[in-house]
């Protein structure tokens, strides 16, 4: 309310600056007041390389297809452990997305879309109805 009245409102009424209306709401907390977001160290232990275990989250362990989708992109070194990432690296395995990989799958192989493990975690399990999810899934989110 503060920013309505004190700031030039780009949309033109104060109203605008409420998470009742979506031209208003905060990006970040889309409206809601707090900000969902994972628990880095229940998703990754950075002293372990991806071949160690490194990914803790069950639903991205090593032989998923999640696990695959970036361990298998060949843009990380499986045996090394990720604090010895360079930190553009380190940040692409966690928070990239968007270039195309082809990745094992079954018999083959499969292309996607590269997405890092806390970019795919955000869009799977924050971004989603949690509710669509197994019980057991909704539990381990949480």
């Known amino acids: 309310m503060l ?10 009424y104060s109203q605008a600056y409420s998470f009742n209306d979506p031209e208003g709401m905060c990006e ?3 409206g809601i007041g707090k900000v969902i977001a994972p628990n880095f160290k229940q998703i990754v232990d950075l002293n372990k390389s991806l071949n160690d275990d490194a990914v803790l989250f069950s639903q991205f362990a090593k032989g998923t297809w999640y696990y ?10 499986k045996d ?12 692409k395995l ?3 997305h968007g270039e195309k990989v ?9 292309k996607t879309d590269y997405e890092g493990i806390i970019y795919k975690f955000r869009r ?3 971004e989603r109805d949690l509710s669509k999810h197994s019980e057991s899934t909704q539990q381990k989110v949480a």
């Open 28 to 30: 970040t907390c889309q």
């Open 94 to 96: 966690l928070y990239g």
């Open 80 to 91: 090394l452990p990720l604090d010895q990432y360079p930190k553009e690296l380190l940040d």
């Open 68 to 77: 695959n989708s970036f361990a298998e992109s060949g843009f990380f070194d």
């Open 102 to 110: 082809v990745v094992p799958y079954k018999d083959g192989t499969f």
């Open 124 to 126: 799977l399990f924050i």
């Open 3 to 12: 920013y309505s009245r004190v700031a030039t409102p780009f949309v033109g």
